[in-house]
């Protein structure tokens, strides 16, 4: 594999696979700009926003509200304001 020779990041192997794949890949990733370089590339809008929202949850406790609204913009109204309340519920902590 190219990437195994040349030090890919995880975002550059995945790019160009399937949505399931960044999908599954997506919670992988720790950081705010590898998680939002990786939403762009999921054409499929049910899979980005089961991506970003896990993303999201997974992450919530250790990114700043500006990422989190950036990675939740990505998405269909409707999975963004359910993207922002997964980041910014009290109860969900």
Known sequence: ???ATTGCSLVQTVAGTSDEQAVAAMVTLKTPEEALTLAKTITDPIFRASAVQKWVEVHR?????????KLC??????SADHCW?????????
């Open 73 to 78: 913009d990505t998405l269909r109204t409707e």
């Open 61 to 69: 406790a250790v990114i700043a509200p500006n990422d989190a609204r």
């Open 1 to 3: 594999m190219f990437c």
């Open 85 to 93: 309340h997964i980041y910014s519920a009290a109860h969900l902590r």
